[in-house]
C-alpha cells in the first residue's frame, strides 16, 4: 500500500514572497504520477501541478513549481510570489499508474499567505 | 457548463437513519469516486466505479453503499451502520485511461448526524 506524508500540518509566507511545501511518499511502484491539490476555504479541490514520476523533469505551473527527487521519494511544491488568493490547504497525492487509478491523499499544509 | 454537481451542500441526519448523497457529471468520464474528509485528514476513498454498473470498495467502504445505474450519476448512501458518519464527502470523476489521469471534484456535501 501506498502512504503520502505531509510533516507540516501549518506554514505561513509573506505576500510576493517564495514557499516551499514537503511531501514524502513510500511505494513500491516504479511508475505512477505525483499531484499537488489546493483547498480553499470553499473547499472546492483544484489541481495545482502534477508530475509523472517517469519524466526527469520538474513540472512547473506559472507561480507553482515542484522539486521531485525519485530515489529520495520525495515531492514538494514551491510557490513563488505568494498571493493572498494562495491561502489554502494543500494536498500532496499519489496514484498508481494500474488500471484503479486511485489517489492517496497526505493529511495537507495549511498555508496562510499574510499581506 | 461541463462539470460536477453534489446535492444537498449540507445535510442533516438522525441517528439510525440511511440518507442518500447525490453526485451527477456532465463530463462523460467513465470513472467516478467517493472520498471522505474528517478534519486534519486528506480525503479518504470510500468507493469508486470504472464503467456503469461496475464499482468497487475502496479503503473505508464500511457502513456505505453505492449504485451505477447510468454513466452521469454516482450516488452514495450513508447507512445506518456507519458508526461516524458526520463528515465532509467529496465526488469526483475522471477519464480512467486518461494521459493526465485527473481527478476532477465536485464541490462537497456536508453531512452531520444530530
Known amino acids: 500500500a501506498q502512504t503520502v506524508t505531509q510533516s507540516q500540518p501549518e506554514m505561513s509566507v509573506q505576500e510576493a514572497e517564495t514557499v516551499t511545501l514537503s511531501c514524502t511518499y513510500d511505494t513500491s511502484e516504479n511508475n505512477y504520477y505525483l499531484f499537488w491539490y489546493k483547498q480553499p476555504p470553499s473547499r472546492q479541490m483544484i489541481l495545482v501541478i502534477r508530475q509523472e514520476a517517469y519524466k526527469q523533469q520538474n513540472a512547473t505551473e506559472n507561480r507553482f513549481s515542484v522539486n521531485f527527487q525519485k530515489a529520495a521519494k520525495s515531492f514538494s511544491l514551491k510557490i513563488s510570489d505568494s498571493q493572498l488568493g494562495d491561502t489554502a490547504m494543500y494536498f500532496c497525492?499519489?496514484?498508481?499508474?494500474?488500471?484503479?487509478?486511485?489517489?492517496?491523499f497526505g493529511s495537507g499544509t495549511q498555508l496562510t499567505v499574510l499581506p | 457548463d461541463g462539470g460536477i454537481t453534489q446535492s444537498p451542500k449540507y445535510l442533516f441526519r438522525k441517528e439510525g437513519q440511511n440518507v442518500t448523497l447525490s453526485c451527477e457529471q456532465n463530463l462523460n468520464h467513465d470513472a467516478m469516486y467517493w472520498y471522505r474528509q474528517d478534519p486534519g485528514q486528506g480525503l479518504r476513498l470510500i468507493y469508486y466505479s470504472q464503467i456503469v454498473n461496475d464499482f468497487q470498495k475502496g479503503d473505508i467502504a464500511e457502513g456505505y453503499s453505492v449504485s451505477r445505474e447510468k454513466k452521469e450519476s454516482f450516488p452514495l448512501t450513508v447507512t445506518s451502520a456507519q458508526k461516524n458518519p458526520t463528515a465532509f464527502y467529496l465526488c469526483?470523476?475522471?477519464?480512467?485511461?486518461?494521459?493526465?489521469?485527473?481527478?476532477?471534484f465536485g464541490p462537497g456535501t456536508r453531512l452531520t448526524v444530530l
Open positions: 469526483a470523476s475522471s477519464i480512467p485511461t486518461g494521459f493526465y489521469n485527473e481527478q476532477f
Open positions: 497525492a499519489f496514484m498508481t499508474s494500474g488500471s484503479a487509478r486511485q489517489l492517496t
